[in-house]
């Protein structure tokens, strides 16, 4: 298997050099050169362990590592996540709603985020050169990418995130830890983390004189796991013969574009719906074909904030034609109130709790049954972390305490380390190079 920029620059790589490489020589993302076809091991796949699925799905884009090796970094990865099925459905009155946060820091970036650490603490061990990790993160993907590298020698991250937009948890899952982890305070937003980060890879005199990589959805070794749960979700529906309709809370766009690499594989997914809070610039591009982005605005769903969401490129990278990305893909924004009406209804009538980024995800699944009166689909919602993550919003909203799991909690009397930063790159530079 290899790899190819989205445009167009640089020779094929192998997954190895792909993963170090993090973003590609010109600016652009890599995806795989060729999908592989699995439509034939559908069966065989529904009887595996969830680390068996894993390590057949992740071997055929590393086929350059041996079995044994994926088979390893796999188990090590997922053997710390607290439910017997790694990614339950539950059936939650005429829906279903696919956990994602049973990994060590309650959200599903944890799965991307541990197995590329696992890889590249793999691919670090023969060089002596120091790896450095640039992560831009709207609050979740930093703390997963933090606790996946905490520790690991020769490995130093540096987390880049947006000062006051993230929960008070998630900023101190990210601030805490200390050691080879570094906070990064950006005054701006998300998308500001993200253009920084990039220019880093861009720069010639930075590049010369450290070794970087990234560990946010740019880099494939964290985007392909998240394939992984949307062909668990499948095989757990006990019904397979209705279409299956995913709802997706998306703003950097990677959780829906390893689903739709899951569909391009051969799932049976009928559709995809990208749910959006107020930042909907992918609306507007299904819409129209054009993108614009767009400065960023704050919403309760703060880990969608995003107005210039990088895997876009992906995803017409994938299609090749913007106009057929519909076919796959329908889109719906909500906004703040009906976040909490989502919350609020979905607990009183069937008694479950979900976070703000999971309610976007029911309005858009609720609004697609409307808008297509279908009655009769095995209706999905991706909850991409624990309520706790949010305890005070969802709190306020279902009038009732949730208990935080102790290992969110652990975090919260720890002291905050962080390095305050202008939102310029320059400002980075200076940081690391020093």
């Known amino acids: 298997m290899h790899y190819i920029s989205t445009r167009g620059g640089g020779d094929p790589l192998r997954f190895c050099d792909t993963v170090l490489t993090g973003l590609a020589r010109d600016g652009g993302l890599f995806v795989?050169?060729?999908?592989?076809?699995?439509?034939?091991?559908?069966d065989a796949w529904a009887r595996l362990s969830y680390?068996?699925?894993?390590?057949?799905i992740i071997g055929l884009y590393a086929d350059d590592l041996p079995a044994e090796t994926v088979r390893r970094l796999v188990d090590r990865s997922y053997a710390v996540f607290r439910h017997p099925a790694v990614t339950p459905v539950v059936a939650v009155g005429p829906v279903h709603v696919l956990e994602l946060f049973h990994g060590p820091t309650l959200a599903f970036k944890d799965f991307g985020a541990r197995f590329m650490a696992g890889i590249?603490?793999?691919?670090?061990?023969d060089s002596g050169n120091t790896l450095n990790i640039l992560v831009?993160?709207?609050?979740?993907?930093?703390?997963?990418?933090?606790?996946?590298?905490?520790?690991?020698?020769?490995?130093n991250v540096y987390l880049l995130y947006p000062k006051n937009k993230v929960s008070l948890i998630q900023e101190k899952q990210?601030?805490?830890?200390?050691?080879?982890?570094?906070?990064?305070?950006?005054?701006?937003?998300?998308?500001?983390?993200?253009?920084?980060?990039?220019?880093?890879?861009?720069?010639?005199e930075l590049n010369s004189r450290m070794n970087l990589s990234s560990a946010n959805s740019i880099n494939i070794a964290r985007l392909i796991p998240q394939s992984f749960y949307y062909f668990n979700a499948y095989r757990q529906l006990a019904d397979k013969s209705l279409p299956v309709v995913?709802?997706?809370?998306?703003?950097?766009?990677?959780?829906?574009?390893?689903?739709?690499?899951?569909?391009?594989?051969?799932?049976?997914?009928?559709?995809?719906?990208?749910?959006?809070?107020?930042?909907?610039?992918?609306?507007?591009?299904?819409?129209?074909?054009?993108?614009v982005p767009r400065k960023s605005v704050?919403?309760?769903?703060?880990?969608?904030?995003?107005?210039?969401?990088?895997?876009?490129e992906r995803i017409i990278k994938l299609y090749k034609d913007a106009g057929k990305i519909n076919d796959d893909v329908s889109s719906w924004r909500c906004t703040d109130e009906e976040t909490l009406s989502g919350i609020s209804g979905l607990y009183e009538k069937y008694n479950y709790?979900?976070?703000?980024?999971?309610?976007?995800g029911y309005n858009a699944l609720k609004h697609y049954a409307e808008i297509n009166k279908e009655s009769r689909f095995n209706g999905i919602i991706v909850e991409t972390a624990h309520p706790g993550k949010f305890k005070s919003d969802v709190e306020k909203t279902i009038g009732r305490e949730i208990k935080i799991p102790d290992r969110l909690s652990a975090c919260l009397n720890k002291e905050k380390k962080a390095v305050g930063l202008d939102n310029k790159f320059e400002s980075l530079k200076q940081f690391l190079l020093k």
Request: with cysteine; net charge negative; proline share 4%.
């Open 136 to 155: 831009a993160t709207s609050g979740d993907t930093g703390s997963a990418v933090a606790y996946g590298f905490y520790g690991v020698e020769g490995i």
């Open 246 to 291: 995913v709802s997706v809370p998306s703003g950097n766009l990677g959780n829906i574009t390893a689903g739709l690499i899951a569909k391009k594989m051969g799932l049976p997914v009928y559709k995809f719906i990208a749910a959006l809070n107020r930042n909907d610039v992918f609306a507007e591009y299904l819409r129209t074909s054009v993108f």
């Open 353 to 360: 709790i979900i976070d703000p980024h999971g309610a976007v």
């Open 174 to 204: 990210l601030t805490t830890l200390g050691g080879n982890i570094t906070a990064l305070e950006v005054d701006g937003t998300f998308d500001d983390c993200q253009q920084i980060v990039k220019s880093a890879f861009g720069d010639a």
């Open 298 to 312: 704050r919403t309760l769903s703060n880990a969608m904030d995003v107005g210039n969401p990088s895997n876009l």
């Open 32 to 42: 795989p050169q060729s999908v592989p076809d699995v439509r034939d091991r559908l």
């Open 51 to 56: 680390v068996d699925l894993a390590a057949a």
């Open 120 to 125: 590249m603490k793999h691919f670090k061990k």
